[in-house]
């Protein structure tokens, strides 16, 4: 509760990921027009190599937007996010050490670990990468093996069973590592130490962190679903819908990661009075 308080009193700290979810809507709406002039000529030739001539004509792009999204949504975590997410713990901290909040100051000092913040967001994305990777590999072996049982299992059982696989693994991914950037704005260490330190605190209070981003993680759930049956959806109903579900995880993650951050940053200044406690 205090930080969705801290979220109402002090809505300075949402800005970067009301900067962020800006990114990202200027990306689903280029995505969106992608098969029109002006924009047809640069990304026609990118949306044919990855998925086929039909899919440079309407309704079927439609069924291709969510992915292409999805691509240009790392590129901005990689190049802004991560980046963002960093002024924000730091308008946090400077909020809990009762400091004035200046965007300046907070640009000036998050640029300083800007390299840190890039290379953060580089491994992250990478061992999301590969946690698909095994996910997919793992559940398409259960499919085949569930198929000789159940030769009835719909496809879409199998996406939404997939992704949910994905949607747990990467909760646990988060609890190891979702600590970096805060330990990074906070301790001020560097990338690496900051790195093992977060896969540290993340093994020994795995139930506590997990505890932190569950519910907020779980609220995201149902888009998440949509977004894996949208083919499914855009034939039921009508093609835009996948826009939609991909807008309204735009505006959903504004609010629901900035609270993430806020509680695991607020864990980390607990964790830190720890020992004061304990030798008083």
């Known amino acids: 509760m205090d930080s969705l308080g801290l979220m109402i009193n002090q809505p300075i700290i949402i800005m970067p990921f ?23 000529p640069i990304a026609g030739p990118v949306i ?78 990478f061992m999301t990468f590969l946690l698909k990777k095994v996910d997919v590999y793992v559940f398409s072996k259960l499919f085949k093996l569930g198929l000789k049982f159940l030769p009835h299992i719909q496809p879409q059982i199998y996406s ?10 990467n909760i646990i991914l988060q609890a190891f590592v979702i600590l970096t950037i805060p330990i990074i704005v906070i301790d001020k260490m560097p990338l690496l130490k900051a790195f093992l330190k977060s896969m540290s605190l993340g093994f020994h209070n795995f139930g506590a ?12 759930l149902p888009i998440s679903v949509l977004k894996s049956v949208s083919d499914v959806l855009i034939n039921k109903t009508f093609p835009e819908i996948s826009f939609y579900i991909t807008a309204a995880g735009i505006i959903a993650s504004i609010f629901l990661d900035c609270f993430i951050i806020i509680c695991i940053s607020q864990f980390l200044l607990i964790k830190q009075k720890e020992p004061l406690k304990n030798t008083a």
Do not use: D, W
């Open 160 to 169: 939404i069973c997939l992704m949910m696989a994905i949607f747990v693994s």
């Open 209 to 220: 962190i997990i505890a932190l981003i569950f519910l907020p993680f779980l609220i995201y």
């Open 18 to 40: 009301v900067l962020i979810a800006f990114f990202e809507a200027l990306a689903l709406e280029v995505v969106y027009f992608s098969t029109r002039p002006p924009i047809l």
């Open 48 to 125: 044919k190599k990855l998925f086929g001539e039909q899919f440079l004509h309407y309704p079927a792009y439609l069924v291709s937007l969510s992915k292409l999204f999805y691509y240009l949504q790392i590129v901005i975590y990689i190049i802004a996010g991560a980046f963002l997410v960093g002024i924000s713990v730091n308008i946090f901290k400077n909020i809990k050490e009762k400091l004035p909040v200046r965007a300046k100051a907070m640009v000036k000092n998050s640029l300083k670990n800007y390299a840190y913040f890039f290379g953060y967001a580089l491994i992250v994305v």
